[in-house]
């Protein structure tokens, strides 16, 4: 069965001092552009909301008054592009919004393909789409879309490749194409890993690149390639898959998961039930927590300009973080990747918003452990990413043909023996261990909930393949 898959492809860069100027410029402009797109809908919003408060003031109450006032039509995506193009290269003289940054006599617009911007307007867009959706209660609550501010933001553009141009793509043996736009001549990047996984596939025409994010984590620069890929995906589990058939999985909240039956992660080392944030995390975590110290210590509150000391310990916090997400991630792949390769079935909690949101204080049925002692902790590494996983094995479970099988929501998997049924209504939220009074089973709490998981998991219902050919149309999926 051969099936059309978007997948990213991520490499770290290497750019020359120069390139790293140019990358700079780009990731200013885009950042920029997203504020340009911005303001124009934030200017639009607070016309009409002037209208709906001048009636208001005439007596209407606020439900009246927001019928009532005259609608504005929001600038999308192609009117910000139309009024970008007019405007561009002239000085700025509209009035400046609450917090927006006045954009210099737009200097940011030279030296930069047209495309990093109209990436960005797109991303004003979905911004604004996002906080509209949270207060329509179609997305969990979240505050009014803020502007990008200088120092505050993570470096980044985007490029959507254009077909019928193809002028982004690799270059001798490790070498990334960069577009150049605005006057500016193309140039290519140096990369750390050898693209030859991805090449080999637009050789034979099996992939296309529809995108490229080029980003700055904490020190280093990294570009990842979305490429739209033809592929052959098996229509039936193999027979070890079969013969390991389903296994459940609890998202714990002290282990990142825990099994019913065990995995083997690394080919050395022994199967494993529960699986851990990995040590290299918890010492990562420490030297942040450290870093972070350093930092609080030498700032200046209320100082103009923070001193040379207080810089260094910030790019040292930000390098780390940018370290403890990437192991983060190699960790959640690795196990993903597992998952899939070694079960024909893999049986999980039914994953709501709530979940989604999920702290160290847990849920109700789940109860976080020691809150205060967590919470004091840096977030990136408690923040095991639920929704994340859940994500990965859905999408890695069609690459090898295993069926998803999926508890109710309010299954009681932690109050319930996996045995016999019995349900343990009095359990207190400090017990670790399940202690069944019906036939006598002590388990691990976790351990017992995958076992319950396992077994009373519904298969889904196989779903066709939808996937649209349309660039950037299916979700991005990472490669590994
Ligand atoms: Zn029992």
Redesign the pocket.
């Known amino acids: 069965m051969t099936e059309t898959i978007i997948r990213a492809y991520r490499y770290a860069l290497d750019p020359t001092p120069a390139q790293t100027e140019i990358l700079h410029r780009y990731a200013t402009a885009s950042r920029c552009g997203f504020n340009f797109a911005l303001g124009m809908k934030v200017a639009a919003y607070e016309r009409w909301r002037a209208d709906r408060n001048h009636l208001m003031a005439q007596g209407m109450n606020k439900a009246q008054a927001t019928k009532k006032a005259p609608k504005v039509a929001m600038p999308n995506r192609n009117q910000t592009q139309a009024d970008w193009r007019a405007t561009r290269g002239q000085p700025f003289t509209g009035p400046l919004l609450p917090g927006q940054e006045r954009p210099m006599p737009f200097a940011w617009w030279e030296g930069v393909n047209n495309r990093a911007y109209y990436t960005a307007f797109e991303d004003a867009d979905t911004a604004w789409k996002n906080w509209l959706d949270s207060l329509a209660g179609r997305r969990p609550p979240m505050g009014f879309p803020r502007f990008k501010r200088r120092g505050r933001t993570r470096e980044s553009f985007r490029i959507v490749h254009s077909l019928a141009k193809p002028d982004i793509r690799f270059e001798g043996p490790r070498r990334l194409r960069i577009p150049g736009g605005g006057g500016q001549p193309a140039f290519t990047v140096r990369l750390h890993q050898s693209p030859r996984d991805l090449t080999r596939l637009i050789t034979t025409g099996q992939a296309v690149i529809t995108s490229m994010t080029v980003a700055r984590d904490g020190h280093r620069w990294h570009a990842s390639v979305l490429a739209r890929i033809e592929e052959e995906l098996p229509t039936r589990p193999t027979r070890r898959q079969q013969a390991a058939g389903r296994v459940g999985v609890d998202l714990g909240v002290k282990s990142a998961l825990v099994l019913s039956d065990p995995l083997t992660l690394h080919a050395r080392q022994a199967p494993t039930l529960t699986l851990d944030n990995p040590r290299l995390l918890a010492n990562t975590a420490r030297k942040l927590a450290r870093a972070q110290r350093t930092m609080a210590r030498r700032f200046v509150k209320g100082a103009p300009q923070q001193s040379q000391g207080y810089q260094e310990a910030r790019s040292k916090v930000a390098k780390l973080h940018a370290q403890l997400a990437a192991r983060r991630a190699t960790t959640q792949h690795l196990i993903t990747k597992r998952l899939v390769q070694s079960y024909a079935e893999i049986a999980l909690e039914t994953l709501n918003t709530k979940g989604m949101t999920r702290s160290a204080k847990g849920t109700a049925d789940k109860p976080g452990r020691n809150v205060r002692q967590k919470a004091g902790l840096n977030k990136a590494i408690l923040d095991i990413g639920f929704a994340e996983i859940h994500r990965q094995i859905e999408y890695k479970a069609r690459w090898h043909a295993v069926t998803l099988a999926h508890v109710p929501t309010f299954f009681p998997s932690s109050k319930s023996?996996?045995?016999?049924?019995?349900i343990h209504t009095g359990q207190t939220l400090k017990d670790r261990e399940f202690h069944?009074e019906?036939?006598?089973?002590i388990m691990d709490r976790d351990a017992n909930a995958a076992h319950n998981i396992k077994k009373h998991a519904q298969p889904d219902q196989p779903q066709r393949p939808v996937q649209s050919p349309g660039a950037g149309a299916a979700t991005p999926v990472d490669c590994m």
């Open positions: 023996c996996h045995q016999c049924g019995w069944c019906a036939c006598g089973m």
